[in-house]
């Protein structure tokens, strides 16, 4: 067998702090509700290859995508028994293959049914479609003048189409100014129940919740939640954080553990004299005599050029300023603070080593951006192997 060179860094998923955080989020919404692993976007930068499998050794068997390019992508690493739902765009021309392989899909107008029941005739099973409703956030969401046609057709029509379920999306669950549109979207979702009610036809599922919702506001934990990033380790915002510490009576805790670290290795030593530049441009000099370590990788690889100047790495358990500008495919650090450092040394980016750890957070603090815009850029090409 021919051997794979190496990338230039390396991600690694930790098991046991999945397993803690679903340990945790299960104990916060109760056993009743399917725990809908959300892993858009690469699974969030985690990567659906090495986490969809990780997650299924932990219980986990259904997973939401946004697209039916992602869902085909799950659908290569899961378990027979897994499910995948879409939650985004499925084109027309990909049903009849969602239908055949029994991948559950939103529907947020009228006009996709008919599309949907042909597809599910030529393919000789039924679809699998759960209805959004608009509730407010305006996005995606069937409108309520369309919902009781809706309800009739499934009715007419459901030995080829199954009502599998009832959702929407709340429009800014993680920030608690929001509660009052919060509010009002569920109380619209309760009308669209009593629809249902009243058409005699009931969805298999009903569910609303993210993580933000499903953490801070139990009322809204139906038969499903959709849990996204509070499954990574991160609290979806610092006021469901301060909610739950209320809840527990604590100062702080450490109940999600993030499962992601993130390391490449020293490619160059150079000792730099004072008064000379390092990098592009004259973004940095030296103003004594320096010890830097070449990182080999860039902004092409995931790692803001913003943190040029600003950011950190782990070396020997010790921080190391980034001088100069983070360019393409390289970065430099200084580590004349650092003795003993070699090429080949391995560099945390993000993550723990000894006693120092980098967040994900001293990024986006610095950046401005998301945890999850930050993680979801991470190439997919960065390869992710699953430690203990």
Known sequence: MVKKVKHSSRIHLKQSAYKANLNFIRKKIGDHAVFSS??????????????VPMAERCGVRH????????????????????????MGIIYEEDIPWAVEHDIEF????????????????KVGKPAKVHIEVETGANRTGMPSKEFPKSLRY????????IFEGLCTHFGGAESFSNQFKLDMQHKRYKEFLKVCKKEKIEPNVRHIACSAAALAMP?????MVRVGVAQ???WPSPDIYYHHLQEVNKTSDSALKRIFSWKT????????????????????QATHKMTIAVMPLGYSNGYPRALSNRG?????????????LINMNLFMVDISHIPNVKVGDEVVLIGRQKNNVINVSSFTNTTQLLNNEMLSRLPAAIPRTVVK
């Open 106 to 121: 939103f529907v947020y107008n009228y006009d996709r049914l008919p599309v949907a029941l042909e597809a599910a005739k």
């Open 232 to 234: 990574y380790g991160f």
């Open 154 to 161: 499934l009715k007419k029509h459901s030995e080829h189409l």
């Open 219 to 223: 009322e809204t934990v139906y038969d």
């Open 63 to 86: 997973f939401s995508v946004a697209s039916s390019f992602e869902a085909e992508e799950v659908l290569s690493v899961c378990k027979k028994d897994s499910h995948i739902m879409i």
């Open 265 to 284: 290795d020293i490619m160059d030593i150079r000792d730099v004299k004072e008064g000379e530049f390092i990098g592009y441009g004259t973004a940095y």
């Open 312 to 324: 950190q790495v782990l070396i020997h358990g010790k921080k190391a300023p980034i001088v100069g």
């Open 38 to 51: 959300v892993v858009k976007a690469n699974a969030y930068g985690h990567g659906i290859e090495a986490f």
